[in-house]
């Protein structure tokens, strides 16, 4: 059972992430007319730490659908998945890659079983599942299609368990003990120094040569479908003020590697939806 603190310290994070919504952030630039900046919800901690830029964070396929209802019209947009450019841009600037994980609370009861056996830990009723939701953003279709994927689990049934949180508020109610684990990128819990567990290659979307067995799955979006597909972080200008942001923001290939981020060899390049 959870301590009294740590359920007043739940609570204030539900109440937080029921404030932000669709996972909307902002970060203020110096200048009050500084270009804009419209990105994933776990690129916000990089994208704010680039210079140049007011930073605004929700999931990838809310910016998306943002730009395409012209809701924004930001000077720079970088989405989690290349494809959510269509209807956008005909041309963006591949920069990143990423893995799904299993991000814990070592304080929690189950930790250990989470170590031990994720499968084992996600099957279980009385472990506090968070994910992010798949209509909002890449990271929760990936949690829906890596599900799929896995062996041994009823999808339907983990995922009808689990909770739902805005990408941007969902570390938030990890550490404030209101879950017990969640499925999220690498990146989101080596920026937050928090521990997690590597899922198989086979379903947490990180390896090229594993496509054919990605592109078995998809996701039903309310504008498109889609696969299955290697992680691939995009970014383009949408307008002339945003390049030099972006440049600053793809330059920075060994902080963006620190941040639990990989850069490929090939990486930054052109890339189209």
């Given at each position: 059972?959870?301590?009294?603190?740590?359920s007043l310290q739940a609570l204030a994070a539900a109440g937080a992430t029921?404030?932000?919504?669709?996972?909307?952030?902002?970060?203020?630039?110096?200048?009050?007319?500084?270009?804009?900046?419209?990105?994933?919800?776990?690129?916000?901690?990089?994208?704010?730490?680039?210079?140049?830029?007011?930073?605004?964070?929700?999931?990838?396929?809310?910016?998306?659908?943002?730009?395409?209802?012209?809701?924004?019209?930001?000077?720079?947009?970088?989405?989690?998945?290349?494809?959510?450019?269509?209807?956008?841009?005909?041309?963006?600037?591949?920069?990143?890659?990423?893995?799904?994980?299993?991000?814990?609370?070592?304080?929690?009861?189950?930790a250990e079983s989470v170590q031990q056996d994720w499968r084992e830990a996600?099957?279980?009723?009385?472990?506090?599942?968070?994910?992010?939701?798949?209509?909002?953003?890449?990271?929760?279709?990936?949690?829906?299609?890596?599900?799929?994927?896995?062996?041994?689990?009823?999808?339907?049934?983990?995922?009808?368990?689990?909770?739902?949180?805005?990408?941007?508020?969902?570390?938030?109610?990890?550490?404030?003990?209101?879950?017990?684990?969640?499925?999220?990128?690498?990146?989101?819990?080596?920026?937050?120094?928090?521990?997690?567990?590597?899922?198989?290659?086979?379903?947490?979307?990180?390896?090229?040569?594993?496509?054919?067995?990605?592109?078995?799955?998809?996701?039903?979006?309310?504008?498109?479908?889609?696969?299955?597909?290697?992680?691939?972080?995009?970014?383009?200008?949408?307008?002339?003020?945003?390049?030099?942001?972006?440049?600053?923001?793809?330059?920075?290939?060994?902080?963006?590697?620190?941040?639990?981020?990989?850069?490929?060899?090939?990486?930054?390049?052109?890339?189209?939806?």
């Open positions: 059972m959870p301590t009294r603190r740590r029921g404030i932000l919504g669709s996972a909307a952030y902002s970060q203020l630039s110096a200048s009050d007319d500084a270009p804009t900046a419209l990105v994933a919800g776990s690129l916000l901690t990089v994208a704010s730490d680039t210079p140049g830029a007011s930073i605004e964070a929700h999931g990838s396929a809310t910016v998306a659908q943002l730009v395409r209802d012209e809701l924004r019209q930001p000077d720079a947009i970088a989405l989690a998945d290349p494809v959510l450019f269509q209807g956008i841009t005909e041309e963006f600037t591949l920069f990143a890659t990423n893995a799904l994980v299993l991000t814990y609370d070592p304080r929690s009861e189950h996600v099957r279980n009723p009385e472990v506090s599942i968070g994910r992010t939701d798949p209509k909002l953003d890449p990271l929760g279709y990936r949690t829906v299609m890596a599900l799929q994927l896995a062996e041994g689990l009823d999808t339907d049934t983990v995922l009808d368990d689990s909770r739902i949180f805005a990408e941007t508020g969902l570390l938030n109610a990890l550490e404030a003990g209101g879950i017990d684990a969640a499925f999220t990128y690498r990146n989101m819990a080596v920026e937050r120094g928090l521990s997690y567990v590597d899922l198989p290659e086979r379903i947490d979307f990180s390896d090229p040569m594993r496509r054919e067995t990605y592109a078995s799955v998809s996701y039903e979006l309310s504008e498109q479908t889609v696969q299955g597909a290697p992680i691939r972080y995009g970014v383009a200008a949408l307008t002339p003020a945003g390049e030099s942001w972006i440049r600053a923001l793809v330059g920075e290939e060994r902080r963006l590697e620190r941040a639990g981020f990989t850069i490929p060899r090939s990486y930054p390049k052109l890339g189209r939806p």
